[in-house]
């Protein structure tokens, strides 16, 4: 992937309520998908993954997300957030054939009581 | 160990000092990338190894930086003659090779050069 553009470098929401975090990315190529999370002092884990077939992918903890190929997108979104929530959100991009990932700069979603 | 260790977890050293940098994989991992994250550069891949050899090292920024991967097992990361611009969180990830596979990374080594 050339790039991975995530707009929004901080998003504050009520506890309850939906958020959605977007991102936008640009490749000549086929790709993967990819949200990472970063938790307050914790180290980066995945949060759900797109390869193929169903375009709407799922979390345990809540989130999806829907790869739009012809908008090039993989937003993330929650119907309804927790304060467990808060955290550091990035979104991810692997070219078919490529190992590395090509990272965004991150959301910061801060969930307000 | 159950995941990705990284050593030391924090490291100042100053102006022109060489430092290495430690990657213990997750056991079965064939694949091991180095990433590093910076405020201003957000989060960049460095390097990556498929067992010992790398076909990878475009991230590189530059020849004071280099890798290494011995037994398919540990990696180490060396910069040489360190600059404040190296100041950054190195990460290190692990996996089994191919597109599809999940890279999973450890809890970094915070370098601060002063």
């Known amino acids: 992937a050339q790039s991975v553009t995530q707009l929004d470098s901080q998003v504050p929401v009520f506890e309850e309520a939906p958020v959605e975090l977007r991102c936008n990315y640009s490749?000549?190529?086929?790709?993967?998908l990819f949200w990472y999370v970063q938790y307050p002092n914790q180290g980066l884990q995945l949060l759900l993954k797109?390869?193929?077939?169903?375009?709407l992918v799922e979390s345990i903890n809540g989130f999806e997300a829907e790869f739009n190929k012809s908008q090039t997108s993989f937003h993330l979104r929650k119907p309804s957030v927790h304060i467990s929530d808060t955290a550091e959100y990035f979104c991810?991009?692997?070219?078919?054939?490529?190992?590395?990932?090509?990272f965004g700069t991150g959301t910061r979603l801060t969930i307000i009581p | 160990g159950a995941g990705v260790s990284q050593s030391p977890s924090n490291k100042v050293t100053e102006k022109g000092k060489d430092v290495e940098l430690r990657c213990d994989p997750i056991?079965?991992?064939?694949?091991l990338y180095w990433y590093r994250q910076s405020l201003g550069q957000g989060l960049e891949f460095l390097i990556y190894?498929?067992?010992?050899?790398?076909?990878?090292k475009s991230g590189l920024p530059s020849d004071r930086f280099s890798a290494e991967r011995t037994g398919g097992s540990v990696s180490t990361l060396t910069i040489q003659r360190t600059q404040q611009e190296d100041s950054a969180v190195y990460l290190c990830?692990?996996?089994?090779?191919?597109?599809?596979?999940?890279?999973?990374f450890g809890p970094g080594t915070r370098l601060l050069v002063l």
């Open positions: 991810a991009v692997r070219d078919f054939g490529n190992e590395k990932l090509t």
């Open positions: 490749s000549s190529v086929s790709v993967y």
């Open positions: 797109y390869l193929s077939g169903s375009t």
């Open positions: 056991s079965g991992h064939t694949a």
């Open positions: 190894f498929q067992g010992n050899s790398a076909p990878d």
């Open positions: 990830a692990t996996g089994l090779a191919g597109g599809q596979e999940t890279q999973y």
